[in-house]
């Protein structure tokens, strides 16, 4: 038996299969903002399942997804009411994203608890598992192309750049200046949350990075233990055992 995962996050939305053991092969995206019922008949051709589980944060294309996808089987939207594995240790449980509990739950699976999964999307998640384990809640801040994106939009002369590694710390033309002060200043607003959550928690956690920019800030920051670009899918398949029947 199959299942189609599907991660609909705010700029891009994943699609991947997989059954009991292990996330298969096939896979495809599309730009979220382009969610159609056309659009999805077109990405999703020639993929076979018997149900779908669904991740999303955007309430919108969720809708649309929800209603092209019912008639392939059993569709689980993931909420803090499916059985996850973990204990909610949340004042509103409600507001957890289903994306942060996809990570909350791979990251427990595959890395182990206490654990820390800083997920470097459009926003930058910081999601808490204690040794229970259990989802103890975390930090959102702004994602790194998104602090690029308004430099480039609010400022006269600053032009839009591709995020690399800097070569140092002294840009010498204004594109090295923005890496740096991007990579450089970025990977220091990590170090002080990965140091702050610590700081507060028991144990030694796990510190895992996954999502877009994950294996650029990684590099310089050895208090990361592991890249997993797979992280949020793995979630999401182990919450499919447990929610498709």
């Not at 589980?53 to 939207?77: D, N, T, Y």
């Not at 959102?140 to 998104?146: E, H, N, Q, R």
């Not at 796990?206 to 920019?213: H, M, N």
Request: aromatic share 6%; net charge negative.
């Amino acid at each position: 038996m199959a299942w189609l995962l599907v991660d609909n996050s705010n700029t891009r939305t994943k699609f991947a299969l997989a059954d009991a053991e292990t996330l298969l092969p096939q896979r495809a995206w599309l730009a979220t903002a382009e969610i159609s019922p056309e659009s999805l008949a077109k990405t999703l051709a020639g993929f076979e399942f018997e149900g779908t589980l669904l991740c999303s944060v955007v309430p919108e294309k969720a809708r649309i997804l929800r209603e092209v996808l019912v008639s392939r089987g059993p569709l689980h939207p993931l909420t803090y009411q499916s059985d996850t594995g973990l204990v909610i240790d949340y004042p509103r449980p409600e507001q957890i994203g289903a994306d942060r509990l996809a990570n909350a739950i791979g990251v427990s699976a595959r890395h182990g608890a206490p654990a820390i999964v800083i997920d470097f999307g459009t926003a930058v998640t910081f999601d808490v598992v204690s040794a229970g384990p259990s989802y103890c809640g975390g930090v959102i801040a702004p994602g790194l192309g998104a602090m690029q994106d308004y430099l480039g939009r609010r400022t006269a002369l600053l032009p839009q750049i591709e995020l690399d590694e800097p070569a140092s710390a002294i840009g010498k033309s204004t594109v090295e200046a923005m890496q740096a002060g991007a990579v450089f200043g970025y990977r220091g607003l990590v170090r002080e949350i990965i140091t702050r959550l610590k700081a507060e928690m028991d144990g030694t956690p796990a510190i895992v990075a996954t999502g877009g920019d994950a294996a650029l800030i990684a590099r310089g920051l050895p208090e990361i233990g592991a890249v997993d670009t797979d992280l949020t899918l793995e979630g999401l398949r182990l919450a499919a055992i447990r929610n498709l029947h």
